[in-house]
């Protein structure tokens, strides 16, 4: 599509040229006293194809950057899931959010309005010299092309001149996405403990920041749009008229080749968008590419790459943990650790907050690598197998159950989008949900609002079993499932869990009296364990 829109581009410059030279040789016929209808009537035809090119152009370059918007916000989503939880927490979430929408938004905008329209009018001005050469004088038209090559050396140089400014400012503005998303995440963290208006300072000074970058931006395309209007495009069209004036041919002509004159400055007109759409553009593809190249900690293995296992749930051990160490940078966690779970046993890792109960969890489901050692799923080392079959041989109950904005129905779906009426009822049974349903003004279609805000943290955990329970998983991971509910909730919830667990082997990870008790427990614990 890019190559159609340059296409357009250099055919409106031609037809335009067409039209000026038309009207020139009716003006020299009016002078003539001969007859003009001709040349006018041919300048019809011409002056709508030049519109038509006009509206084309814009048209097509619409079409090209919704493209390329869709493709680049697909690329950086499907980079997100690629990289995985442990890397999308170190960076944050705004810069994040910064780039799959504004950079894209700027990426694809100047790949699409402005890349190809460019690339046009760069070579608009060569096919018009020809046309000139041909049809009104060589000469000026060589002197003409002596400018030229100005136009393309005159963005390269503000290219390198301003490409720091544009990469500063780029990183200003996804940092300053990334404190402002924090403070509206925070905000009721901050009004309890006094400290909005302190932070507001913080913002405020960021924002500074931000809007000193812009300046900086602004600034450079004011010299550059000063340096072009006043030194390069009047001095070409005072040659321009000097050769109209002093030529050998007619007074049409002469105009003729001062109107086909401004069409050399068609680049120049576009450079007047080279810092809003040009250079942030390509400081927005830059910050792209450099999030897209970025490597996962935790590989995936190619699909076809390894033999897919078929395994049974009966098989023995289920889950087997064979000399795991693992360090988060300077601070050994596990070290050495051994532990064997059988096909429809229940185990419980217990021990002391922080001495590595959750890590050894995180590296079972692959969202950390071990540093030595190995971890097999039915006898399969997960290493050697894609991250999707792991993960489906895993069902998982977590401390904090994330709820997405919609209805509760989307968010049992996600466990099992073609789940029928019938396993949806029993799923809602299986978490002792159907009464809460019941209730609920538009049953399953109820919204549960933005991270389920709706519900509370124990019918939060409910749903979180009911999508368990749809997954149906040979291996349940129940990571504090009662956490943070209320004793209650806890009795409930453990109840539930105790059913869901049945047949399945399930890894249990808690402190809490009543949910250790039911299974065979392993302690962790040591020096530099964590």
């Not at 000026?140 to 393309?152: D, E, F, K």
């Not at 429809?344 to 590595?356: A, F, K, N, Q, R």
């Not at 019918?459 to 368990?468: D, L, P, S, W």
């Amino acid at each position: 599509m890019r190559f159609v829109i340059i296409a357009l581009g250099v055919a409106q410059s031609l037809l335009l040229a067409g039209v000026y030279l038309c009207l020139g040789l009716a003006f020299d016929a009016w002078l003539g006293s001969s007859p003009y209808l001709d040349s006018l009537l041919l300048a019809v035809p011409l002056a709508a194809g030049a519109g038509l090119c006009a509206f084309g152009v814009p048209w097509l370059a619409a079409r090209s950057q919704a493209s390329d918007e869709d493709k680049y916000r697909a690329d950086v989503i499907a980079q997100v899931f690629r990289l995985g939880a442990p890397q999308r927490s170190r960076e944050r979430t705004g810069a994040i959010v910064s780039t799959a929408t504004d950079a894209v938004e700027r990426a694809a905008n100047y790949r699409g309005v402005f890349l190809g329209p460019m690339l046009g009018s760069m070579l608009a001005p060569v096919a018009v010299l020809v046309f000139v050469g041909a049809f009104i004088d060589w000469r000026s038209a060589g002197i003409l092309a002596i400018a030229i090559p100005v136009i393309p050396l005159m963005l390269g140089g503000f290219q390198m001149a301003f490409r720091r400014v544009s990469s500063q400012y780029r990183e200003e503005s996804r940092h300053f996405s990334a404190v402002f998303l924090d403070a509206i995440q925070g905000l009721g963290t901050l009004r309890m403990l006094g400290a909005a208006q302190r932070h507001s300072k913080f913002l405020a000074d960021a924002a500074e920041s931000l809007r000193q970058h812009v300046m900086r931006l602004l600034a450079g395309n004011q010299i550059m749009l000063l340096f072009v209007d006043s030194l390069f495009s009047l001095g070409f069209m005072t040659v321009a008229a000097w050769l109209a004036l002093t030529g050998s041919f007619s007074v049409g002509n002469a105009l003729a080749l001062l109107a086909s004159a401004t069409l050399l400055l068609e680049p120049l007109d576009r450079i007047g968008q080279f810092f809003y759409i040009g250079m942030g553009g390509m400081a927005a593809v830059k910050e792209i590419k450099a999030f897209l190249a970025e490597e996962p900690e935790i590989p995936d293995v190619a699909a076809g790459a390894a033999q897919t296992p078929d395994v049974s749930p009966t098989q023995s051990p289920a889950i087997e943990y064979d000399r795991v160490s693992f360090s988060y940078p300077e601070t050994p966690v596990l070290q050495d650790f051994s532990m064997n779970v059988e096909a429809g046993e229940h185990v419980v890792l217990t021990g002391p907050s922080g001495v590595g109960k959750t890590t050894a969890v995180e590296l079972l489901e692959r969202n950390l690598a071990p540093d030595s050692g190995s971890i097999s799923i039915f006898g399969n080392d997960t290493t050697g197998q894609p991250l999707a079959w792991t993960r489906a041989q895993l069902g998982v109950v977590a401390q904090h159950t994330y709820l997405f904005q919609g209805t509760l129905l989307d968010n049992l779906l996600l466990a099992k989008p073609d789940a029928t009426d019938a396993e949806l009822k029993a799923a809602l049974e299986a978490a002792d949900l159907t009464d809460l349903v019941a209730e609920l003004p538009d049953g399953l279609e109820t919204l549960v609002g933005e991270r389920g805000l709706a519900l509370s943290g124990g019918e939060a955990q409910r749903v979180a079993i009911a999508r368990a329970y749809l997954k149906d998983a040979p291996i349940l991971v129940l990571d504090e499932p009662t956490a943070h509910v209320d004793l209650t909730s806890e009795r409930v919830i453990l109840e539930r869990l105790d059913r869901l667990g049945q047949g399945k082997t399930v890894l249990t990870v808690s402190h809490r009296a009543a949910t250790i008790a039911s299974g065979r427990q392993v302690k962790l614990g040591g020096e530099n364990e964590r």
